[in-house]
C-alpha cells in the first residue's frame, strides 16, 4: 500500500520544517544584508523570534532600562536562541544586541555581543567575552528566577498586569521615543503599536 496523497503532504510539509535560528543565523542575516545598526536588524528576524518576548522595565543588564524604555528578550518558540537589546538611544547600550544561544550537543550557553557604531559594520564578540561572564558567570548560565514571579518585568506575577496598578498605568501607553521623538523602530518590530 502506498503513502497516499495525505503521505506525500506530511514527507513535503517535513522537508519544509522550519530550521531554529542560531547566532550564524544572525550573523549571516547581518553581514548578507550590510545591517548596521539594532533598528535595521529587528525587522528582519524570524516572526516567531519577534513574536515572543519579556520587556524589563528595569534591567540590571549591561542594557539600561526604564519603563517607558524597557529592555526587551525576544526568546522565540523555545527559548533556545535569545536575543536582547535596550530602548532608548540616550542609553550606552543601545547600539548593542545580546545573545544567548543553548547549544544542545555541549548542553552549554554561548553569550555574544553583537556592537554597531556610527553606521560602522557589525563588531560580533567571541562566545562568552568578559563583559558576559562577569554576571552570567564560567560556564556561562542564564540569570532569572524561576518563573512565575520575574521582578522589574512588564507582568512580573505569572504574566498578570493588574488594570489600574501602577504597572499598568506605566505600560499605558508606553511610549518609547526616539531622539528626534518619533515611536522607536525598535519597538515596533515587535509588534508594539504604541500610541
Not at 69 to 74: C, G, V
Not at 107 to 134: D, M, W, Y
Amino acid at each position: 500500500m502506498g503513502l497516499g496523497r495525505w503521505g506525500v503532504v506530511f514527507l513535503c510539509a517535513s522537508a519544509f520544517a522550519r530550521q531554529p535560528f542560531k547566532f550564524e543565523d544572525l550573523k549571516k542575516l547581518i553581514e548578507t544584508n550590510d545591517l548596521r545598526s539594532v533598528e535595521a536588524v529587528l525587522p528582519h528576524l524570524p516572526l516567531p523570534l519577534r513574536s515572543h518576548f519579556t520587556l524589563m522595565k528595569n534591567s540590571v543588564s549591561q542594557q539600561e532600562s526604564d519603563p517607558l524604555h524597557p529592555r526587551a528578550i525576544l526568546y522565540g518558540d523555545d527559548a533556545r536562541f535569545i536575543v536582547t537589546f535596550g530602548g532608548h538611544p540616550a542609553y550606552e547600550s543601545f547600539q548593542t544586541l545580546e545573545t544567548a544561544e543553548f547549544v544542545e550537543p555541549r548542553k552549554e550557553v554561548e553569550l555574544r555581543e553583537i556592537v554597531f557604531s556610527a553606521g560602522n559594520p557589525a563588531r560580533f564578540s567571541e562566545i562568552n567575552p568578559h563583559q558576559c561572564t562577569t554576571c552570567h558567570r564560567t560556564p556561562a548560565r542564564y540569570v532569572w528566577p524561576e518563573y512565575l514571579t520575574w521582578e522589574r518585568a512588564y507582568g512580573e506575577d505569572d504574566d498578570k498586569i493588574q488594570s489600574g496598578s501602577g504597572e499598568y498605568e506605566s505600560l499605558r501607553p508606553p511610549q518609547p521615543q526616539s531622539q528626534a521623538g518619533a515611536k522607536s523602530p525598535a519597538y515596533l518590530a515587535l509588534g508594539l503599536n504604541f500610541r
